[in-house]
């Protein structure tokens, strides 16, 4: 049981990376640059705002357990 937790926490966190570096990464000139180019400053603003927001709620769940 817990090396399926294991392996389904792995392929999350692969596909959460993934989702935010593939479609905001882009070669200039020979060089990859990643996480830098994103649509909008809205875009990038709103996925920070929901990076947040994700801490925020995992320190108070973490700290309402205590």
Do not use: H
Request: charged share 15%; proline share 2%; aromatic share 16%.
């Amino acid at each position: 049981m817990i090396y399926s937790v294991a392996a389904f926490a792995w392929v999350g966190g692969i596909t959460a990376a993934a989702a935010v570096t593939i479609p905001t990464s882009d070669v200039v000139n020979g060089a990859c640059y990643t996480v830098v180019f994103w649509k909008s400053q809205a875009a990038r603003k709103r996925k920070k705002n929901k990076f947040e927001l994700w801490c925020f709620c995992v320190y108070a769940c973490y700290r309402s357990g205590q």
